[in-house]
């Protein structure tokens, strides 16, 4: 038979479901980031067409959005490697 029940109480074990709901609560916060990008990259193409003489404006508002989208990919990889040299240094993230 499996020794699941012995095994699920180990150290290594409980801080690898930390990291877990660590990895899973940050990718639900920047899923927001991801969504609008999608809208953005759908919709502004389509509503240039639509009215023209806003066309500079709401391509002023799609270049300011991808700045911030690359600034939270940044952050996301950014965060990502210091928890993993941390992780790997055996410091405590929680």
Known sequence: MND???KQNRQDLIELLKAQRVAYSQCMTFQFVDVVSLIIAIVFPLLTLKIPQYQNAINAFGVIWTVVYLAAEYYRKINTLTRNMRANA?????
């Open 4 to 6: 699941i029940a012995t």
């Open 90 to 94: 055996g410091i405590m993230l929680w």
